[in-house]
Nanobody, 125 residues
């Protein structure tokens, strides 16, 4: 079993910054890609940024250059530095981890997606 807990959300004025954190715990031995998603009211949950265990990153166009995703593999933590925030960034932000099932010291091909409970980010104009 795996738990993901986000923190760092809040209310910020347009142009401001926030740093989100996600802590993974439990059976994280075979954790692979991690990412941040967001869901605004009445909209679908969409990818914001993702990062592999090797540090390769991917961003949605609307946040590229403003947001930075990073991870600490030793601590099983994921971060999202958000700058130049806009009202359109207002949403619930979710942490996601792709974790392969482990068997002893082996990582099997069976993969599960785990989600955090979400943290609210509100950007006022």
């Amino acid at each position: 079993q795996v738990q993901l807990v986000e923190s760092g959300g809040g209310l910020v004025q347009a142009g401001g910054s926030l740093r989100l954190s996600c802590a993974a715990s439990g059976d994280t031995f075979c954790i692979s890609s991690m990412g941040w998603y967001r869901q605004a009211p009445g909209k679908e949950r969409d990818l914001v940024a993702a990062i592999t265990t090797g540090g390769s990153t991917n961003y949605v166009d609307s946040v590229r250059g403003r947001f930075t995703i990073s991870r600490d593999n030793a601590k099983d933590k994921l971060y999202l530095e958000m700058g130049s925030l806009k009202p359109d960034d207002t949403a619930v932000y979710y942490c996601k981890a792709d974790i392969n099932k482990s068997y002893g010291s082996r990582c099997l091909s069976l993969r599960y997606d785990y989600w955090g409970q979400g943290t609210q980010v509100t950007v006022s104009s």
